[in-house]
């Protein structure tokens, strides 16, 4: 069980990631600056084919090609890795 989540399994080169709260933009009084299509978020499961982004990694992501789903009534966003702008 990753993140809590015991359905869900990546495949692939897909990333699932699950948006983070208004306190992650904020880090030791300084805020993370992102436009309406960049998010942070929490990766909750990475498929076999992602190389550099694991599981409880923060990322900035481009919420342009996310997928969104639910699922046990929370909220994801299933990306390519190409999607993952940066880790925090």
Same mark, same amino acid.
């Given at each position: 069980?990753?993140? =809590? ?5 990546? +495949? =692939? ?10 306190? %992650? !933009? ?5 805020? +993370? ?13 990475? =498929?076999n084919d992602v190389n550099e $982004? ?5 990322? +900035? ?8 789903? $639910? !699922? %046990?009534?929370?909220? !994801? ?12």
């Amino acid at each position: 069980i990753i993140g =809590g989540i015991n359905m869900l399994r990546c +495949i =692939g080169k897909n990333v699932i990631v699950e948006l983070s709260d208004k306190n %992650d !933009y904020e880090k030791n009084g300084i805020i +993370i600056k992102t436009n309406s299509s960049n998010l942070i978020g929490l990766v909750i499961c990475v =498929g076999n084919d992602v190389n550099e $982004i694991r599981p409880n990694d923060k990322v +900035i992501y481009n919420e342009q090609n996310a997928k969104k789903i $639910i !699922y %046990d009534s929370k909220e !994801y966003f299933v990306l390519d890795e190409k999607d993952i702008l940066a880790l925090i």
